[in-house]
């Protein structure tokens, strides 16, 4: 099965990384909040100097897929450098988002900096690309 999502973070309006999810093994980022800091000031440099939002960031192995939800939450996907469907992304992004938004929104209200009260997204997440994945007929993991 063709993968393309490999990672997904989620990162608040402060740059910080609420959420980390690696869907190909369970090993984290090292250092996943200088990586979700960096994502922040890259997207605040193009919005403020070039008066757009960053969308996609290509490297030689892997495309960056950033999503800015109208509440400021940023998602970065990474995704394989191979047929990317930048439309399906940018739902999924959304709907993950949303779903996120939804189920910690008080959790997020009085957010004090702890990540851990996050950990218990993934089944949610599942659940969003299965059904994803249901209705386009299109593996997205």
């Known amino acids: ?10 990162i608040n309006q402060s740059g910080i990384a609420l959420f980390y999810h690696n869907f190909i093994n369970n090993e984290r980022l090292d250092d996943e909040q200088s990586l979700a800091s ?8 193009t919005k403020r100097n070039f ?11 892997y495309i960056f897929f950033f999503y800015t939800h ?18 399906l992304l940018e739902s999924i ?6 779903e996120f ?15 851990s009260i996050f950990q218990s997204f993934p089944e949610l997440l599942s659940n969003i690309l299965d059904l994803k994945t249901k209705i386009r007929n299109t593996p997205i993991l």
Not at 70 to 87: A, E, F, M, Q, W
Not at 102 to 111: G, P, S, V
């Open 101 to 115: 938004l939804k189920k910690y929104k008080e959790a997020l209200k009085d957010f004090n900096g702890e990540v």
């Open 1 to 10: 099965m063709f993968k393309m999502i490999r990672e997904l973070m989620i």
């Open 51 to 61: 008066k757009e939002s960053l969308k996609t960031l290509t490297l030689d192995s």
């Open 93 to 98: 992004s959304e709907r993950i988002l949303e």
């Open 38 to 45: 960096y994502f922040d000031i890259i997207c605040r440099f």
């Open 70 to 87: 109208s509440s400021r939450y940023h998602l970065v996907l990474k995704c394989t450098n191979k047929n990317i469907d930048k439309n």
